[in-house]
């Protein structure tokens, strides 16, 4: 059986936030719609108090439902740059803030073959990856701050218990379809061409 409960929440403003005390008896704070105790002076001054009527719905199944709906995500707007490696051309999407790092590629269910997500870091760092919630395999290449490969790794899609770690510190990591850099040649050691947007947000 579901319930609706109806809320009235009053807000009053009373001198130093508390309620007069005479003796040992406290004063009540006024109801909604009644005038204030008579014990309460309040300066003509004074702020008058709003009251505000909240209607709170919090019905609920007493019995848990599993929804059948689909997940519904919302986007979080990056920046695409092309990126030149291992004679290719790809369409990259930045992630450049907390915001859009902590997201990457989750809840993705396909990629172009020839798109990925650069993860941009605004200081050299030790870095780590997982692949909670990310359904594509995927493989990662940790960049220098000179743009050259440190190492590549290979993902499992959903896999949150093993951490992909760079070998030294990194500026950046590139995120790929899983099997791209073995299949185009491209190994530690390589350079990669890229140019950030200007006034890129890093952060």
């Known amino acids: 059986m579901k319930h609706t409960i109806l809320f009235l929440v009053g807000l009053a403003l009373v001198a130093c936030g508390q309620a007069e005390r005479t003796g040992s008896t406290q004063t009540a704070l006024p109801v909604v719609g009644q005038l204030p105790p008579t014990q309460v002076s309040v300066p003509s001054n004074t702020p008058v108090a709003t009251f505000v009527t909240v209607l709170v719905d919090i019905s609920a199944p007493t019995t848990p439902t599993t929804s059948s709906q689909p997940l519904v995500v919302s986007p979080i707007v990056t ?3 092309e990126l030149h490696l291992g004679g ?6 930045v992630a450049s803030t907390p915001e859009q790092r902590e997201r990457g ?3 993705r269910s396909r990629m172009d ?9 605004p200081n050299d760092q030790n870095l780590s990856f997982w692949m909670r919630n990310t359904q594509l395999p995927l493989s990662i290449a940790f960049i220098d701050a000179n743009q050259r490969i440190l190492n590549i790794e290979d993902m499992q899609a959903l896999d949150d218990q093993n951490f992909h770690l760079s070998q030294g510190p990194a500026r950046y990591a590139l995120e790929v379809n899983q099997g791209w850099f073995a299949t185009y040649g491209v190994k530690a050691g390589d350079r990669i061409e890229f140019m950030l947007p200007v006034n890129l947000d890093i952060r």
């Open 88 to 93: 290719q051309t790809l369409m990259i999407e």
């Open 105 to 107: 590629l989750m809840f």
């Open 79 to 81: 920046p695409t740059i």
């Open 113 to 121: 073959a020839n798109a990925g997500m650069l993860f941009v870091f």
